[in-house]
């Protein structure tokens, strides 16, 4: 379906061509067409679907209908909060470019940059602002923020902002926001934290649930290597060196980890910048573009890079560990396979990871394929594998044998037995009974 038929204006249709969208992806042709009757929405939807445009391209539209001119003082009237300033800035670019074709204007705010510049941007007035919620508030407490005008709010990856543990915050926003508006609401998947969440935020919503994960499973080959922990570094070293891997992004659970991990490849030769919410934002930045640009090798990051990062050709997704939460594995391995390309996700586990496995694919409703890497297998599984062609093993298992058949003859005696002792005293009662 292409997006005049969903009712956007030239100008929109216009631009989003030039950015090389031909075809409505399915949440945007069940979210556009709402979102343009001004209906509240709640949709959940898995990474890389794109939303943003699904939410973007009709409040652009909408905004437009009343004309602006260039003397007049603008107020902010849509608001769209996000969990992460990479997600922030991703957002911010994509409504600029979504509307270049009409006189808005739009800013994005977050933390770990300079507060000045975003005061002075916000003092020259914009039509659409996209924040995350503790920079936006420090925004509100100096009087650079008015909220009364907004029509229209987001709130995208409303499940990580919860996550993320933003609960006051949103409270303290939404009491600030006109209870006339219309709200959009994303999120991954439907849970308690969400439906508290949309009870605060939407009143009755038009639910949308778009499940692609059978989609996902076709545009990523899902690989997971069992190896012990201690191998996992050089591993990772092998496996990307070996195969000659450019632009690979390799996510670990914690922040040392992807310093520990980033300087072992380092060390190994590989080019590698690390990712993670101690880096100061223009260092963030800077890994961001130069990982882009190809100009490095590895990236190492932490979950902040699982959402607001889109690489349209990024190949390969390696966990070095496994998340702790099972819905962050598929904003992991939804960097790659994105825009209709295939990507590979490769997953390092040892046996401690087992039961986040298990979790994993509860979630995705079906199993990943497990394989063992030539000399990186696990020790457990080698003794196992090497004892089946020892002679030792022999032995061992020709005891086995015997010492099973033997407890199942054992067994078949004493229940033969039990059961003649029960006939006796059966047959004891009835001559009693006579």
């Given at each position: 379906m292409s997006f005049e038929t969903l009712g956007l204006t030239p100008e929109i249709c216009t631009a989003v061509n030039e950015l090389g969208y031909t075809k409505a992806t399915p949440v945007q042709k069940k979210v556009i067409p709402l979102v343009l009757d001004g209906k509240d929405i709640m949709a959940t939807a898995q990474t890389g679907t794109g939303k943003t445009a699904a939410y973007a391209l009709p409040i652009l539209q909408l905004l437009s209908k009343k004309e602006i001119k260039e003397k007049t003082i603008r107020v902010i009237r849509s608001l769209v909060l996000v969990p992460t300033r990479e997600l922030a800035a991703q957002v911010g670019k994509s409504i600029e470019a979504y509307g270049k074709n009409y006189n808005l204007k739009s800013c994005a705010v977050y933390g770990g940059v300079k507060f000045t510049p975003q005061t002075k941007k916000l003092e020259r007035g914009i039509d659409i602002l996209v924040a995350t919620p503790g920079r936006l508030l420090e925004h509100i407490k100096q009087?650079?923020?008015?909220?009364?005008?907004?029509?229209?709010?987001?709130?995208?990856?409303?499940?990580?902002?919860?996550?993320?543990?933003?609960?006051?915050?949103?409270?303290?926003?939404?009491?600030?926001?006109?209870?006339?508006?219309?709200?959009?609401?994303?999120?991954?998947?439907?849970?308690?934290?969400?439906?508290?969440?949309?009870?605060?935020?939407?009143?009755?919503?038009?639910?949308?649930?778009?499940?692609?994960?059978?989609?996902?499973?076709?545009?990523?080959?899902?690989?997971?290597?069992?190896?012990?922990?201690?191998?996992?570094?050089?591993?990772?070293?092998?496996?990307?060196?070996?195969?000659?891997?450019?632009?690979?992004?390799?996510?670990?659970?914690?922040?040392?980890?992807?310093?520990?991990?980033?300087?072992?490849?380092?060390?190994?030769?590989?080019?590698?910048?690390?990712?993670?919410?101690?880096?100061?934002?223009?260092?963030r930045t800077k890994a961001l573009k130069d990982f882009k640009a190809g100009t490095i090798r590895v990236l190492v990051a932490t979950d902040i890079a699982s959402r607001g990062l889109d690489i349209e050709e990024l190949p390969h997704v390696i966990n070095y560990e496994l998340p702790g939460d099972a819905e962050d594995y598929i904003h992991r391995i939804g960097r790659t396979g994105r825009a209709g390309n295939e990507g590979e996700a490769i997953s390092l586990v040892c046996k401690?990871?087992?039961?986040?496995?298990?979790?994993?694919?509860?979630?995705?409703?079906?199993?990943?394929?497990?394989?063992?890497?030539?000399?990186?297998?696990?020790?457990?599984?080698?003794?196992?594998?090497?004892?089946?062609?020892?002679?030792?093993?022999?032995?061992?298992?020709?005891?086995?044998?015997?010492?099973?058949?033997?407890?199942?003859?054992?067994?078949?005696?004493?229940?033969?037995?039990?059961?003649?002792?029960?006939?006796?005293?059966?047959?004891?009662?009835?001559?009693?009974?006579?």
């Open positions: 009087d650079n923020v008015d909220l009364s005008h907004v029509e229209i709010v987001v709130f995208d990856e409303s499940d990580r902002i919860l996550d993320m543990g933003f609960w006051e915050e949103i409270v303290t926003l939404s009491n600030m926001l006109p209870k006339k508006r219309q709200t959009l609401l994303f999120s991954v998947e439907h849970n308690k934290s969400l439906k508290r969440f949309s009870e605060l935020t939407v009143i009755k919503p038009v639910k949308i649930d778009i499940n692609n994960q059978g989609d996902l499973a076709k545009k990523v080959r899902q690989t997971i290597y069992v190896c012990d922990e201690n191998k996992k570094s050089a591993l990772l070293s092998y496996m990307i060196g070996s195969r000659n891997w450019h632009q690979v992004l390799v996510f670990t659970k914690t922040k040392k980890s992807a310093d520990e991990v980033g300087a072992y490849l380092e060390d190994s030769g590989l080019k590698t910048l690390i990712l993670h919410g101690d880096k100061a934002h223009s260092k401690e990871e087992k039961s986040v496995l298990k979790d994993i694919e509860r979630l995705l409703k079906y199993g990943l394929k497990v394989e063992f890497f030539e000399g990186f297998e696990p020790k457990d599984w080698v003794e196992k594998e090497a004892r089946k062609h020892t002679l030792r093993g022999k032995i061992e298992r020709s005891q086995e044998k015997r010492s099973k058949t033997a407890n199942n003859v054992a067994g078949m005696r004493k229940k033969k037995a039990n059961d003649r002792n029960a006939q006796k005293k059966a047959t004891l009662r009835k001559r009693k009974k006579k």
